[in-house]
């Protein structure tokens, strides 16, 4: 079988393990089989040398000395910016924030764009695919101003009820905040429908592509989208490292949400003058060492190609979909037709927790439990899941393990 | 670490059929327990005859852990009284957390629980029900959770 898409040579994926020091260990004794990339991916030599040269050669505060490795902190951590500008396609540097991560650029656009924007009786669409992440923040947003959450369903495959979706836009609408990939089911939403059926009504789109961005290209621009968040420890990089990229009229009509240092430009106590974009919403000195670690990460990916990662990522999934269902017992949840590189699963009398433990003793590193969605979970009733998510490393053997591990903890259950 | 050694017989068995499974109509007392990090849910349901703990259920649903834990649990404090079962879960704790413990003979078929402890990420599946066990023994309606 053959997957790779035309003019995409395939990877190299042994050479290319070599590059993540920590795939060489063995966990219990086996060689590690690391399926958990959806949670957070492996870090490549590239990156790892990135944040230590920067540590070794010009650690110091950036947008605020005179002195050399000041300079030279902020110019490193201001390509970051540029790198992932990018990366995503933006038209200009002032639309990317550097925040912790997903979780954080979507607490700013709901504290900093909506809080301000919307009263008792306004809504705020979601879908029923969310994490956790973007469901609360909205939440909360509502709690404090009256706004309502409304959610557009999905189906039994884990699709979204794109009329359902359409219907539930309304006058009232503010804002629309989606994931652009499921990280419980793989699902890739159809943006492009959700950005138009909103823009045509005047929303604006919020698209959280923590699962998007490591699995294929984004493009902003080409999106349309309002908003869009990704985290750098999905996407080979440091952890407590984020982006949100923002629509420059929008951000700049934006309130700061967090006040400090590098956000002002004057401050005196007859009043203050906010920094100009994006340094407004970047109070307090940054994680420069993680910006600069996540533009060695897009390096990297860009480096191997977007297109053949998910050429043989593509392969990873079908295989896997092939080998585990075949599985007697063994029940995939999440069969949307347009998915990212995981699989989701129950097996029939092994909960996924002892299934989690039977497969760690066999070095083999998956998620189980409720991936941070818990209306998913009950959507299907299922308390939890297992998920095998594949990164651009992994291997038809790893598949094979994976299959052989559950189908050997299904036997043991009996 | 040996898988066999967690997932001994007596589990697989306690798992596979779990005693005393099932609910206890008020005035019997009653407590939720919630794991958040896998999504174990389980109801404990104890009658008191004076001191004496007279009936026990659970039903919910959780890992094979936390169900033979706590089909294990009720078969083995039915009829103690409420100091003999705290007495059982200081046992059964030490047993779970401690490499030294001994493992006394009270313990009884409890004592099957002694590989959990080479697992910690799986301790709180065991120990959830003793929890919620107290917690309904106190008449405490607030959600026992391990988080
Ligand atoms: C779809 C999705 N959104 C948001 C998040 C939150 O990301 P972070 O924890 O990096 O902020 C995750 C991570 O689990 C995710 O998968």
Redesign the pocket.
């Known amino acids: 079988m053959s997957a790779v898409s035309a003019g995409a040579l395939p990877l190299d994926v042994a050479r290319l393990r070599g590059d993540f020091p920590v795939l060489g260990q063995r966990i219990n004794g086996q060689p590690l089989a690391y399926l958990d990339n ?2 957070s991916s492996q870090r490549p030599r590239a990156v790892i040398d990135a944040e230590r040269r920067y540590a070794e050669e010009m650690h110091a505060n950036v947008h605020r000395g005179v002195h050399t490795l000041s300079q030279r902190a902020t110019d490193a951590f201001e390509a970051a910016r540029e790198r992932v500008r990018r990366f995503l396609n933006a038209r200009s540097s002032r639309e990317i924030v550097f925040t ?7 607490n700013l656009v709901a504290q900093s764009f909506v809080r301000p924007r919307v009263g008792p009786g306004d809504e705020i669409l979601i879908t029923w695919l ?2 956790h ?2 469901i609360v923040p909205w939440q909360m947003a509502c709690e404090a101003t009256g706004a309502v959450l409304t959610v557009a369903p999905i189906d039994r495959r884990g699709e979204l009820d794109l009329d359902a979706f359409r219907s539930l836009l309304s006058p009232r609408t503010r804002l629309v905040a989606a ?1 652009h ?3 419980a089911l793989g699902t890739v939403l159809p943006v492009a429908e959700i950005v138009t059926a909103a823009h045509a009504q005047g929303v604006p789109v919020l698209l ?1 592509g ?2 998007a961005v490591p699995h294929f290209k984004v493009d902003v621009e080409a999106l349309d989208c309002d908003f869009y ?1 990704f ?1 750098g ?2 996407l080979y990089g440091p ?1 407590g490292i ?1 982006v949100l990229y923002g629509r420059e009229s929008l951000l700049a009509a934006m309130p700061p949400w967090q006040g400090g240092g590098d956000m002002i430009l004057s401050v005196s106590f007859a009043g203050t003058t906010y920094n100009r974009l994006p340094f407004k919403f970047e109070a307090g000195t940054p994680h420069i060492s993680g910006a600069i670690g996540l533009a060695a990460a897009i390096d990297y990916v860009d480096g191997v190609g977007l297109d053949r990662i998910a050429a043989w990522e593509r392969e990873l999934l079908q295989y896997a979909t092939e080998r585990l269902e075949r599985i007697d017992g063994l029940k995939i949840i999440g069969t949307a037709r347009h998915k990212a590189s995981l699989v989701s699963f129950v097996v029939d009398g092994v909960h996924p927790h002892d299934l989690g433990t039977i497969l760690d003793q066999a070095g083999i590193a998956i998620r189980t439990g409720h ?2 969605a818990m209306p998913v979970m009950e959507f299907f009733g299922v308390p939890a899941t297992a998920r095998a998510s594949f990164a651009l490393y992994n291997t038809r053997a790893e598949v094979d393990r994976l299959a052989a591990a559950v189908a050997a903890a299904r036997a043991m259950f009996r | 670490m040996d898988l066999k050694d967690l997932y001994r017989d007596v589990i697989l068995d306690h798992n596979r059929r779990p005693r005393n499974f099932g609910r206890l109509e008020p005035p019997a007392r009653a407590a939720p327990g919630y794991n958040p990090l896998c999504g174990d849910q389980l109801v404990v349901y104890a009658t008191l005859d004076g001191d004496r703990i007279g009936e026990l259920r659970f039903e919910g649903s959780g890992c094979a852990i936390s169900v033979a834990s706590a089909s294990l649990m009720t078969e083995a404090v039915k009829g103690k009284s409420r100091a003999e079962a705290e007495h059982l879960f200081g046992l059964v704790h030490a047993l779970l957390t401690d490499a030294d413990a001994a493992t006394p003979p009270e313990l009884g078929k409890l004592a099957a629980l002694g590989g959990v402890r080479e697992f910690p990420a799986r301790v709180k599946c065991a120990s959830l029900c003793w929890h919620t066990l107290n917690a309904a023994l106190a008449g405490d309606p607030t959600p026992v959770s391990t988080e």
């Open positions: 959806g949670a912790r991560g997903t979780t954080e650029a979507i969310e994490h992440a973007n994931a990939v499921s990280n959280d923590a699962q968040a985290s420890h999905k952890d984020g991936h941070c």
